[in-house]
């Protein structure tokens, strides 16, 4: 475990409000976030994000974590005395999680956030949070970082004013971009089955139903609301499924569908006991969230992913399920997503620049300082 706080010079002093000074002290790898998660949950509470980062050790442990290292950034008033990691509730006002890419085991000074839709990237009250993040690349980018790429939750004009606000405390000249994208990831769940599959579209409706029952007719499929097999049988069944994992993903798979508070594990099986589909995620505070799903290869012409959908959506309804959320790719609703781009070199994005949004990149190169038309 790292942990070291920034060094005088580093010390943001940007004020989130007429009374507001905050510095910014430092945690790096997976023992140090996840020993000061507690507090990070307390503060998501308290900011209204609540299940932001109750999840974090899937997040954090997970095999597709690969060459990053975790750090997060924690704002707390210039005139506490305890080092990162003696922080508690009391101490933090907001935090910032982001990976630094490594290579070679080499720390590359590129900095990145994992989570798309930004909801636990930043961790502040909503009215600070562009502020927030703005301070954050802006200490990053003082302490040596070359690139940072940053996602939240926040409208795209907010982000904007809080970098331009940075510029009077700028000790180098930068350039920065923000960016607006389009999340598909929920689906609102209505009060009934049908009144939710109203909100979608007729081919999507048709599918969700002439699928499931073809399956329940010719295959007998049952949905299981909790799927109990052991970590060898799903790794077995990974190999037998369209798209296998690795079987160190699969085990890992398990393991937090399995173990993690709040996880949970579903399944589609025949009627000769076969498993068709396995489905794994988490819900909290309304919310469910799916992480990953596995069909078993072969029944293409069941649309086995389609009826899997079909049982999940009815099942979460009953439990009074408020909203999905899909981690893994397929968007479901559309969330306008800003960004904030932070780097070294420029670069351009012309699709963004013919739809009139500036794509390029915060730097701290003086002698090229250019700012996207």
């Known amino acids: 475990m790292v942990t070291f706080h920034a060094p005088a010079s580093a010390l943001v002093d940007a004020k989130l409000s007429s009374h507001d000074r905050f510095s910014i002290a430092e945690l790096r790898g997976k023992k140090a976030v996840l020993a000061i998660a507690p507090v990070l949950e307390s503060l998501a509470a308290r900011c209204g994000q609540l299940g932001a980062v109750d999840y974090l050790e899937y997040f954090l442990t997970g095999p597709y974590v690969g060459p990053k290292t975790p750090c997060v950034f924690l ?8 080092s990162a990691s003696e922080l ?47 301070v954050a690349a ?13 996602s939240i939750g926040s409208e795209d ?25 389009r999340v598909r990831r929920y689906l609102l769940l209505q009060s009934t089955y049908d009144e939710t599959l109203a909100t979608m579209g007729k081919h999507t409706r048709r599918n969700l139903r002439a699928f499931r029952r073809r399956a329940e007719a010719e295959l007998h499929a049952d949905f299981v609301s909790v799927a109990e097999l052991s970590r060898d049988d799903l790794v077995t069944l990974n190999g037998l499924c369209s798209y296998p994992v690795p079987d160190r993903v699969a085990a890992w798979r398990h393991r937090t569908a399995t173990e993690l508070i709040g996880s949970f594990l579903l399944g589609i099986r025949s009627g000769d006991g076969r498993w068709l589909s396995l489905l794994g995620g988490r819900r909290h505070h309304g919310t469910t969230e799916v992480a990953w799903q ?20 009815e099942h979460e309804i009953a439990l009074g399920t408020k909203r999905r959320e899909v981690s893994a ?11 904030i781009s932070s780097g070294c070199r420029p670069r351009w994005n012309n699709a963004n620049q013919r739809e009139g949004r500036g794509a390029g990149l915060y730097r701290n190169d003086e002698d090229h300082l250019r700012r996207p038309a």
């Not at 704002?75 to 305890?82: A, I, K, Y």
């Not at 490594?102 to 961790?123: H, N, S, W």
């Not at 331009?164 to 607006?180: A, L, N």
């Not at 086995?304 to 959908?309: A, E, L, S």
């Open 75 to 82: 704002f707390r008033s210039p005139d506490c005395t305890r």
């Open 294 to 313: 596995m069909n078993r290869e072969g029944l293409e012409a069941f649309s086995i992913g389609t009826v899997m959908r079909s049982y999940l959506i």
């Open 157 to 181: 004009h907010a982000v904007s004013q809080a970098m331009q606000s940075m510029e009077g405390h700028r000790g180098k000249p930068s350039i920065w971009t923000t960016r607006e994208r």
């Open 138 to 150: 802006e200490y990053l980018i003082r302490t040596g970082a070359q690139l940072v790429f940053m």
């Open 88 to 134: 508690d509730e009391t101490d933090v006002r907001g935090a910032v999680l982001m990976y630094e890419y490594r290579m070679c085991g080499l720390r590359t000074k590129i900095f990145a956030t994992d989570d798309e839709g930004g909801e636990r990237t930043v961790l502040a009250p909503l009215c600070a949070r562009p502020r927030i993040a703005a």
């Open 329 to 339: 790719p397929g968007r479901l609703l559309r969330r306008e997503t800003p960004e």
